[in-house]
């Protein structure tokens, strides 16, 4: 089944710990995105990858990092997380010779006490 | 920098009535621009998009409309039902080399 899929899908942590979140896609898709969703904000891009070992900032690309060893993962990393990265991310998938459909994961709650 | 305007913000319409989203964009190179629908606990999916070299695209109860000189786009939908109720989401891009800028979407009702 073609898929996104997110690990961990919720999670609660405190300031300051680091954390990853993965983000796997089957599609073999060069581009992949990350964004966070919050209330009355909508969503927004933090970065964006169009291929292997290329990586791009989006609209909110503080306090994040990303990377692209391989093609079907792009792990988003917090490494100093901070009480206003609590959010709702989600990670997307494209192809890349089609501006087109985004396939989106199902979604990773964070907290940051 | 670059910024897509949607309103309204909450729209409720009654059952089989119609309803209208509409959204501006700032970046006058933006070629296109996709409409997503997320339902609750869930996440995005799109239902239609549009590039700019074309004006208005239809796919059943839904149409999308785009006015280039203007820089807005709305969405159409006809005949709402219950299922139609979600949050809609606008975007706008320069194209698949490059960032996409989401509205700050649409909570639509669909009122029994």
């Known amino acids: 089944e073609a898929q996104v899929t997110q690990n961990p899908r919720y999670l609660i942590t405190v300031t300051g710990k680091k954390l990853t979140v993965t983000c796997s896609q089957n599609m073999n898709h060069e581009y992949m995105s990350w964004y966070r969703q919050d209330p009355g904000l909508g969503l927004r891009q933090i970065y964006y990858?169009?291929?292997?070992?290329?990586?791009d900032k989006g609209d909110v690309p503080e306090g994040y990092k990303v990377s692209r060893k391989e093609k079907r993962n792009f792990p988003l990393i917090l490494e100093s997380p901070s009480p206003n990265q609590t959010s709702l991310y989600f990670c997307a998938s494209r192809p890349q010779d089609r501006d087109g459909e985004q396939y989106f994961g199902p979604g990773t709650r964070l907290t940051v006490t | 920098g670059e910024n897509v305007e949607q309103h309204p913000s909450t729209l409720s319409v009654q059952e089989g009535d119609s309803a209208v989203i509409k959204c501006t964009y700032s970046?006058?190179?933006?070629?296109?621009f996709p409409w997503y629908k997320q339902e609750l606990g869930k996440r995005p999916q799109l239902i239609i998009d549009i590039r700019s070299n074309v004006g208005e695209k239809k796919d059943q109860r839904i149409a999308v409309t785009l006015n280039k000189t203007a820089k807005h786009f709305s969405l159409h939908i006809t005949e709402t039902q219950p299922e139609d109720s979600a949050v809609y989401f606008c975007?706008?891009?320069?194209?698949?080399?490059?960032?996409?800028?989401f509205g700050k979407g649409t909570r639509l009702h669909i009122l029994p």
């Open positions: 975007a706008a891009s320069r194209g698949r080399d490059d960032k996409i800028i």
């Open positions: 970046d006058s190179a933006s070629n296109y």
């Open positions: 990858s169009m291929n292997v070992e290329v990586t």
